[in-house]
């Protein structure tokens, strides 16, 4: 028996602590609740967060990131706006800083207007994709950086969605 724990108990520490390592730091998976992000994200669907990413650069335009709000939940929305943007919606249409956005992965006209708001330092303006059911900046306000957990990279599930995001 001390030899089987000898062998392979030193292993499997090792690779709990690998495990550990790796989801703390550096990925970790995250289930989408909600359509707040159709078409892009389909509820319940797994995805894979990379957390180091931005330790290495900041968030950029159209990123999906996942970030702690106030609730103490999870969100998961993409970035329209960075530190020094004027965000606006009129018309239906996302107007950053003065232009008119392209926004290929929407599927409807959003409905409402929004008035202009300027992201401050250390913070991000996001919306969901699904513009008409999505709980974002526009209730929320603006996200601090220090409450994004990371960047989702990967459709985990369902295995036939498996795809990248960025």
Known sequence: ????????????????????????????????????????????????????????????????????????????KRVIGLPGDVVTIEDGQVIRNGKKLKEPYLTGKIAGDFPPTRVSAHHLFVLGDNRNNSMDSRQLGLVDLTEVVGRADLILMPLDKIDWLS
């Open 1 to 76: 028996m001390k030899r089987f724990f000898n062998r392979y108990g030193t292993a499997l520490i090792a690779a709990g602590l690998l495990v550990l390592v790796v989801r703390t730091f550096l990925f970790a998976p995250y289930i989408v609740h909600g359509e707040s992000m159709l078409p892009s994200l389909d509820s319940e669907e797994r995805i894979l967060v990379n957390k180091w990413v931005y330790r290495m650069h900041s968030p950029d335009y159209e990123d999906i990131i996942v970030f702690r709000a106030t609730e103490g939940r999870d969100f998961v």
